[in-house]
Structures are given as C-alpha cells and as structure tokens.
C-alpha cells in the first residue's frame, strides 16, 4: 500500500467511490445509508439521498483534506488554500514558491517590472490570478517544464483568462492538442527589460523536458536560478522509466539523462540557485 504512488492511489479511490455512489444509489431506496471507506481506511458515512456527483465531490475534498485532523478532513468543503509557501524579493525581482501539500507539487511565479511568468501551475489557478493582480503585473507566459502525469495542470486556463502564452520543450508539438509554443533548446523568453529565461532542453525523464535558466541580461547573461521541474530532485533526477506508452525505452531515457546531467545540469555555475521538485 505503501509502495503505491498517492495521487494515482487517489485517483483510483475517486473512481471506485464515484462508481460505488452510483451502483448504492440505484439499487437502495432514497433514505438508504452506506459507509465508504476512505482513502486512509477511514469511514465516511454518506447519505444517498444526494447525487453520486455530490458524493464524489466530498470524497475529492476528504482526499485533499487527508493531511488534516480525521474531524477537520470529515467536514471540510472550503476551496484549497493558495498554497504560498515562500516570497522572496531581491531588486526588483519577486519569486513566489507555491507548494500544494496533498499533491506534492510546486508552482513558481517570478515577477519584474509589471510582468509576470509562471512555471507549472496547478489545475485550480484563482490564487495566482489574485497574487497576479495584487502585484499589479500581467501575466506574459506560462511555462511548463513537461507533460506531467501526477497532476492536472492549470495553463490552458491561465491562456484563456489571461492570454498569456504557454510553452512547452522540444517535441510537444505532436502531443499537444492545444495551441502553445514549442521551444528551441537555447531559446531565450524575456520576462523583463533586465531578466529573461533561457531555455535548456534536459531530456531524460521525459523527451520534452526543460530547465528554465533565469538569467540576467545586464551581466552578460549570468545564470541566477534554474526551475528544472521533475528533471531534479533532492539528492536525485526525475525517473527515465515512465514513457514507455509512447515509445521510449527506459534505457534510452536512461542515456538521456546521464547525458542531461553530465553537459547541462553539472556545468551549471556553482552560485546558481536550483529550484528542483518541490523545494
């Protein structure tokens, strides 16, 4: 049980209570009760006079909630919190780290000069929308360090409520069926008169995987900070083994990666500032 991913557990959990929800509602009479089982082998009792849509949605909220007190995650409904784990301020230049506990996913805003980026934002994007706002800054792209698979992502609506762009590494052209901007290893993505975001394409855990080198333009392109998504973790690098459904051998992936971190993570300057997977 332990050695089971927790968001695709989740997942799995979801479907089964969305369609336990269905098959109790169709066979019991209206005023029927049933006991679930939670995704921590809790109870939750839910009453079937609802919609199986209204089961599943408090079961989405006791899953996000399990972190909390077993009372606090039984009655919980608010929305999720903004997530805002760390802001930082240096000249001018604002990065704002957003940490989602149950997901174990983080979204960087960085902000300079009224113009804001965003590098893989989360499904539910009102928090950074508002910082964005509060900021007084418009949002000028979002950037995604590849495809993810452990979570929904948020950056077709931050297009549409924002126009903001989005960009995506090499070779996510024939998998998207959105429209974005696919990048060029070595490209450069400003964000300001002073900084910009220069592009490492770093295939290896997945093939369109990208560092985004934020660099300052006044200093002759010194690199500052690396947002390097699942290519980077503490004390390790994202797995090469996950891409197999769409024709990569692991062991390809594997040389990849080695060839990833030997020529464009190890050569980085040793003052550049690493944003891995969840720090």
Sequence with gaps: YKSIASPFLDIYIIIMFRSAARLLTCRLPLASRRTLVTSRARLLSITLTQSSEWALNRTLTYVT?????????????APLPSGLKTAVSE???????????????????????GNAMIVDPRRDVDAFIEDIKTLKCSLKGVLETHFH???VSGHCELMQRTGAPIYFGPGSAGRAKFTHHELKDGEIIDLSSQYAFHV?????????SVVYLLIDKTKGNKPLKAFTG?????????????VGSIGYAAEE???LMFYTLKT????????????SYGT
């Design 65 to 77: 909630a399990r972190h909390m007190s077993s009372v606090e995650a039984a009655s919980h409904i």
């Design 149 to 151: 698979a452990d979570f």
């Design 200 to 208: 490492l394409h770093t295939p290896g855990h997945t093939p369109e």
């Design 91 to 113: 000249n001018g230049l604002d990065v704002r780290i957003y940490y989602l506990e149950c997901l174990a996913q983080t979204t960087y805003l960085i902000t300079h000069e």
């Design 253 to 255: 992936m594997a040389k």
């Design 230 to 242: 699942d290519t980077l973790f503490i004390g390790s690098c994202g797995r090469p083994d996950l």
């Design 264 to 275: 464009k993570i190890c050569t980085l300057p040793d003052d550049v500032q690493v944003r």
